[in-house]
Nanobody, 121 residues
Framework: QVQLIESGGGLVQAGGSLRLSCAASARTFSSDSMAWFRQAPGKEREFVALINRSGRSTAYADSVKGRFTISRNNAENTVYLQMNNLKPEDTAVYYC??????????????WGQGTQVTVSS
């Protein structure tokens, strides 16, 4: 059974920072690229960031480039999303996903349960 468990969400003021974590089962982590997506109320799920298996290649949505950093620790089967200079428009449920390298959420099979991030103005 593949499991992805996110943590680290919460309420923060605009300009603040949060660090999301996603703990994955070993079978998932050793073979898959990892990504973060987010979904705000009434909106479609959107790509945030991805990282390949080795961690040497990353990609970001334009809206978060320069503010968010994705990283992974393969020894601990964990992927992180460091979010700095948060804005109210970053408010959403953030999901961790495992699968092929893709910015399309439809390509990912394994998902976590999501963690809420709320940024107040």
């Amino acid at each position: 059974q593949v499991q992805l468990i996110e943590s680290g969400g919460g309420l923060v003021q605009a300009g603040g920072s949060l660090r999301l974590s996603c703990a994955a089962s070993a079978r998932t982590f050793s073979s898959d690229s990892m990504a973060w997506f987010r979904q705000a109320p009434g909106k479609e799920r959107e790509f945030v960031a991805l990282i390949n298996r080795s961690g040497r290649s990353t990609a970001y949505a334009d809206s978060v480039k320069g503010r968010f950093t994705i990283s992974r620790n393969n020894a601990e089967n964990t992927v992180y999303l460091q979010m700095n200079n948060l804005k109210p428009e970053d408010t959403a449920v953030y999901y961790c996903a495992a699968g092929p390298i893709s910015t399309s959420w439809t390509q990912y099979v394994y998902w976590g349960q999501g963690t809420q991030v709320t940024v107040s103005s």
